[in-house]
């Protein structure tokens, strides 16, 4: 069954420290995959995206992530993180063909210590 | 390009009640999606429409939901005779037809549901 694993719920990192952000996947051939951010009461902002290539892509906000096939994850990094960064992030992968539909993760909720 | 508009914003109801969600998705986007997302989790498919046609439903739209898509261009979802389960934040994204780069979906900011 295709599906999306974040298998940190919360983390809490303090400002300025470097964060990773897991997420692996299951899916028959590789899918699209994609990093959301979700502030409280807002509608999803997209932060980077995979479709081929270079398997390290440059996001919004100074966020990257690289996709390894073999180990079928796109974990999503920063170097060095901000207060405002706080926020639920959410790795999504799309089909891709047909209804080009997402299948989300369930969240890492990001809280950041002054 | 001024996104993905979603009407109302929040919505309170009684149990058994009809309520009705609209979406405006980007002007030149032809792909239309609806999204359902409950606390603690990620948005889960609902249905998705290319221009007028409502091409897949997903099996968490049970009958009670109806999603329409008039001209190919708002888009309503409606649901009946509303249950508690169903407050959730009912989101709506659109992208552009094509693969690669127009591939990806842009969100509104969501309808709040609950159901008292």
């Known amino acids: 069954a295709q599906s999306v694993t974040q298998p940190d719920i919360h983390i809490t990192v303090s400002e300025g420290a470097s964060l990773e952000l897991r997420c692996n996947y299951s899916?028959?051939?590789?899918?699209?995959l994609f990093w959301y951010v979700q502030s409280p009461g807002q509608g999803l902002q997209l932060l980077l995206k995979y479709f081929s290539g270079d398997t390290l892509v440059q996001g919004i906000k100074g966020f990257e992530a690289e996709f390894k096939r073999s180990q079928s994850s796109f974990n999503l990094r920063k170097p060095s993180v901000h207060w405002s960064d706080a926020a639920e992030y959410f790795c999504?992968?799309?089909?891709?063909?047909?209804?080009?539909?997402?299948?989300f993760g369930t969240g890492t909720r990001l809280k950041v210590l002054a | 390009d001024t996104g993905v508009s979603q009407n109302p914003r929040h919505k309170i109801t009684k149990r058994g009640q009809n309520v009705t969600f609209r979406c405006d998705p980007i002007?030149?986007?032809?792909?239309l999606y609806w999204y359902r997302q409950t606390l603690g989790q990620g948005p889960e498919f609902l249905t998705y429409?290319?221009?007028?046609?409502?091409?897949?439903k997903s099996r968490l739209l049970s009958d009670r939901f109806s999603a329409e898509r008039p001209k190919g261009s708002f888009s309503t979802l409606e649901i009946q005779r509303t249950e508690q389960g169903d407050s959730a934040m009912y989101l709506c994204?659109?992208?552009?037809?094509?693969?690669?780069?127009?591939?990806?979906?842009?969100f509104g900011p969501g309808t709040r549901l609950t159901v008292t």
């Open positions: 899916y028959g051939a590789t899918p699209y």
């Open positions: 002007s030149e986007h032809n792909r």
């Open positions: 999504a992968v799309g089909a891709p063909s047909g209804t080009y539909k997402y299948i």
């Open positions: 429409f290319q221009n007028e046609a409502q091409l897949e």
């Open positions: 994204a659109s992208s552009r037809r094509g693969r690669g780069s127009s591939y990806e979906q842009y």
